[in-house]
Structures are given as C-alpha cells and as structure tokens.
C-alpha cells in the first residue's frame, strides 16, 4: 500500500524559497550596474523566472496542510537543490558565460553544493555579476538552503526537525535552541559574522574589494570558488593565504561550539573530541605532506622552509574542510601526497560545518569502536562501551555510522566504475568520485588542482552533478527515496 505525500505543502515550501532565490539573484543586478557591464537583464529575466515558478508553486499549495513527514523531508530538501541548480543556472546560459546546458548546470549544482568543481578555463573574462553570482551560490548551499530559510522565514508555519534532519550533516544534531528556526538563526548570525570578518581582514591584507567578498563567500561556504584561474595561488601573499587558512579551518570548526564560545562556555570547546581530533588530522598530516615538497633548496633558507610549510598547512585544511582553494598543484608531488589527498577529502571536517566528507565524528567514533573490538577479543566478557565528549554513544548511532561508511565507500566504488565505461582515466575516475561526492572540487589527473573539468564526457558531468548532491545531503537522504519501503506506508 503505497502512501500519498502533502504534495500542496511541498509546493508551498517550493515556491516560499523560489522567492528566496530570485532576490538573491536581483543582488547581482546591482553588481552589474555597478561595473556598467550591461548583464542587469540577464539577471532581472532569472529572478522573473524563479518569482514567477515561485508564486505559482505558492498559489498551488495554498490552504494545504502544515505537516511535513520524513518522507516529505527527503524529498523537499532534494528536490530544493535540484530546482535552485535548475534556476540558478539561467544566468550562465541566458549572458551566454556558459552556453551549454551541461555545463552550466555542472557548474551551478558544483556552487550549491560548495563542490567547487568547475568547467572555467578562462575565468578572468567572466563578467563581475557573473563570478559574483557563481560565488554566491557557494554561499547560500554552504550553510545550506535550508537551514537559511528556517531562520528567514518562520511564515512557514510548520515544524522545521524533518528538514533540518535531512539536511543537516553528520550523525548527530547539537541544538542549541528548543525551537529549530531558532537555532538556524543563531547559525546563520555567526555564519554572516565570520563571512563579514574575513571580507574585512582579506581587503586590510591587500585583497581587491570584489575578490575579498567573493573568496569570503566562498572560505565560509568551503566552496573554493574563485575569482582566479590561479586559485589563492595567484596572491603570493603570506598574510592573505594565513588568513584563508585560519577561516577554512573555522568553517570546518562545528558551529554550535561558536555559539557556546560567545556564551563564555569554553568547556565545550575544551572538552570537544571531535574538535582536537581534527586539530590532530590537520597537524599530522601537513607534516606528512610537508615531507614530500622538502627540495635541496627547502633548507637554504628560513623564507623556503616557512613557505613550504605554508603550502603544506594551506593544501591540507583546504582538502580535509572540503573547500579547495590551490595554492600549489599537488598532482606535481610524490604519489604519496596524492593519496594523503585523498584520504583527507573523504574525511572531511567537523559534523554541523559547511564542510562535506564524511566527518571527523564519524572516522573518530569508528577508530574508538574498532579498538574496542580488539580489547574485546582479548576479554570478552568486558564491556567496552563507546564514549564521547564523556557520554556512552548508543549501539544504533554506531550501527549508523558503519553503515554510513561503508555506503560511503561502496558508492565510490560504484561510481569509479561507472565514470571508468564513460571514457575517463582511472585516476580521473578516483579523483573525480571522491572530490565530488565529498564536495571538494580538485581531483586527480586531468582534474587537478591545475585543470578543470571541461574535457571530461557530458555523461559524467550530468552524473557527477548527482554525485555532488548524493555527497551534499550525506547519501541517505537521497538515496533513501529510491527505495521501496520509502513509498510504503
């Protein structure tokens, strides 16, 4: 027996943040008029468009019923990204910026879904309102679509838990509020401060206006995107590239512990495992990595030693937070620092980040689960129950978390295999599964940190585009509603 959804109240949520996304669209109009260059309409015609689509959705849904299921869940938050990359991609194809269709929704799902995977080869000759366009994208899927309309628009009416749990990220929801559109606001207020922070300290370091604003979006969003081919590379600047550094790391910091930090309880943040496991990844492993840029030269100088330790702490917290921001091609480096990188895309960041992957939580929880096994099998008739942050994790948020991993995996797998029959490299295949389903954006090979992703088939751009939102939305969330039992009642 197969159950109807509330398809009227889903129309209603639709056309609610195509409104949305139609004003953040006409910001864009002002950005055009700003550098007189006459793409104000391309702009005013998309936002039309989503306003349009949005007040017919909300005109169909009126008088429907406020109640929103796990079921409607899953299917509003996949659907919202699918319809804001569909919308948001008219910009490209309207200026004629990016006049294929494949390309253009490759690139505008890649922003929304802080991927930062991108087809440009060119990117200096896009225009102003398009870059900026291209970085706020970034921004508004970083906190997540959401998560921002939560806090924006309480006229909802109904309960926020079964969005916010779709599309909220890692194994566990930290609350720091009863009510859900509460916390959402508390989230996007310290989301805009830190953006509006690092606006303001990269201008101070010597970074054009435009350029400080959109690598603002796009730090905070762990997007990637840039106004440069040359990525960060193109500022050989110690200050600006500290800068970025410390903000990637923020945002794959969990960003309730910043909420706990205005209220003075520093003990969250102490006391945090997650935190100083993360902490630990990124020292080990920029040493790791610093090891294979050392050159006969690395010695000569204490200028060469701090830059190849800067190059090595900037690749490594801008892959493990899943942003992707280059400022050295690692592809050029021992195989040893291809699969460090690697390892770290799958990883990811903090759980209730921007950051994609599949979570320091959940690779910590799985280490302490897997030591305990051992412990186990030495005294069988112990308890070893798993703890973190001094709470007895239960079974089935373990049990979650090995499926969760091993699903993981399974799909890259998956995905190698299928991108391999589209005509791509093995190491491209790889590389281009695990950036896009961790939402990173540089791969392997071809699709390196020095190469886009503009020669690979149209087939695998349409299929890493789903990969992106699989990755996104932490595959469940996704994939459950290909299955059976998600119809049945």
């Known amino acids: 027996m197969y159950r109807d959804f509330n398809h009227r109240f889903i129309l209603r949520i639709t056309g609610s943040l195509l409104l949305f996304e139609s004003a953040f669209l006409l910001t864009a109009v002002l950005v055009s008029w700003y550098y007189r260059e006459g793409q104000g309409l391309t702009f005013f015609y998309s936002a039309g468009i989503s306003a349009f689509l949005g007040l017919l959705s909300l005109l169909s849904g009126r008088n429907a019923k406020p ?15 699918l319809v804001f990359s569909l919308i948001g991609m008219l910009p490209y194809l309207i200026s004629g910026s990016i006049p294929s269709v494949t390309d253009a929704f490759f690139e505008t799902m890649s922003g929304f ?24 994208t970034q921004w508004v899927g970083g906190l997540g679509i959401i998560v921002i309309s939560m806090a924006l628009l309480p006229i909802f009416g109904f309960s926020s838990v079964q969005l916010f749990s779709a599309e909220a990220t890692g194994p566990t929801k ?32 010597g970074m054009g206006w435009f350029d400080a604003l959109n690598h ?18 193109y500022w050989d600047s110690p200050a600006i590239q500290y800068i970025m550094i410390l903000f990637m790391f923020l945002a794959g910091v969990n960003f309730t512990l910043f909420y706990f930090m205005v209220k003075r309880n520093y003990e969250k943040l102490t006391t945090n495992q997650e935190l100083r496991f993360y902490l630990l990844v990124v020292l080990v492993v920029t040493v790791l990595l610093g090891f294979t840029m050392i050159s006969p030269d690395t010695f000569s100088s204490f200028t060469n030693i701090e830059k190849t330790l800067r190059d090595s702490l900037f690749t490594v917290v801008s892959l493990i937070t899943t942003t992707g921001y280059v400022t050295i091609d690692y592809m050029q480096l021992a ?18 980040s921007t950051a994609g992957g599949m979570k ?18 030495i005294h069988p008739n112990a308890v070893f129950p798993v703890r973190y942050n001094g709470s007895i994790v239960r079974e089935e948020v373990i049990t979650r978390v090995l499926a969760f991993i ?22 491209e295949s790889l590389g281009g599964m695990v950036t896009c389903i961790s939402d990173v954006g540089p791969g392997l090979g071809s699709i390196g940190p020095a190469f886009s992703f503009s020669e690979i088939p149209a087939f695998s751009k349409w299929f890493l585009s789903i990969v992106m939102l699989v990755g996104r939305l932490e595959l469940f969330t996704v994939l459950v509603i290909f299955t059976p039992v998600f119809w049945k009642k």
């Open 335 to 352: 195989p040893l620092a291809w699969i460090l990188a690697l390892i770290i895309m799958m990883i990811g960041a903090s759980a209730g």
């Open 360 to 377: 320091v939580i959940r690779v910590f929880l799985v280490i302490k689960y897997a030591y305990y096994e051992f412990k186990r099998i």
């Open 67 to 81: 109640v929103v299921g796990r079921r409607e869940g899953s299917v509003i938050v996949t659907s919202i990204w």
């Open 113 to 136: 879904t802080t991927t930062g995977a991108s087809i440009l080869n060119n990117i200096e000759s896009m225009p102003f309102s398009i870059l900026y366009w291209r970085s706020l």
């Open 174 to 205: 930290d609350k720091i509020h009863p009510k859900m559109s509460e916390t959402a606001k508390r989230l996007l207020a310290i989301y805009i401060v830190l953006t509006l922070t690092e606006f303001l300290l990269l201008r101070v370091a």
């Open 406 to 427: 091993l699903l993981y995996i399974i799909v890259i797998l998956i995905g190698v295999i299928v991108l391999a029959f589209s005509g791509m490299g093995f190491l």
């Open 216 to 233: 603002a979006f796009t730090t905070m969003a762990t997007g990637g995107f840039s106004t440069k081919q040359l990525s960060v590379g």
